[in-house]
């Protein structure tokens, strides 16, 4: 697996990268995953709605770890 970041901003002290491409090859097949950040906003005031979100009641939790 090769990863790449592309198109750095700057924010403070730290850069973001505004593209990140991740190449998986098996075999002779290649999988391309390109992930593409637009109109980055950082640290914006969260809604109130999902700042005080709760589950609805009755909803079945399933935990999935990776």
């Known amino acids: 697996m090769e990863t790449e970041y592309k198109n750095h901003i700057n924010y403070g002290e730290f850069y973001?990268?505004?593209e990140i491409n991740t190449t998986l090859k098996i075999e002779?097949?290649?999988?391309?995953?390109k992930i593409i950040y637009?109109?980055?906003i950082f640290n914006d005031?969260?809604?109130e709605e999902i700042?005080?979100?709760e589950i609805p009641e009755g909803v079945e939790i399933e935990?999935?770890?990776w």
């Open 16 to 18: 973001f990268p505004q």
């Open 45 to 47: 005031t969260l809604p």
């Open 63 to 65: 935990e999935i770890r």
């Open 38 to 40: 637009n109109n980055i």
């Open 51 to 53: 700042k005080n979100f």
């Open 28 to 33: 002779q097949y290649s999988i391309l995953e």
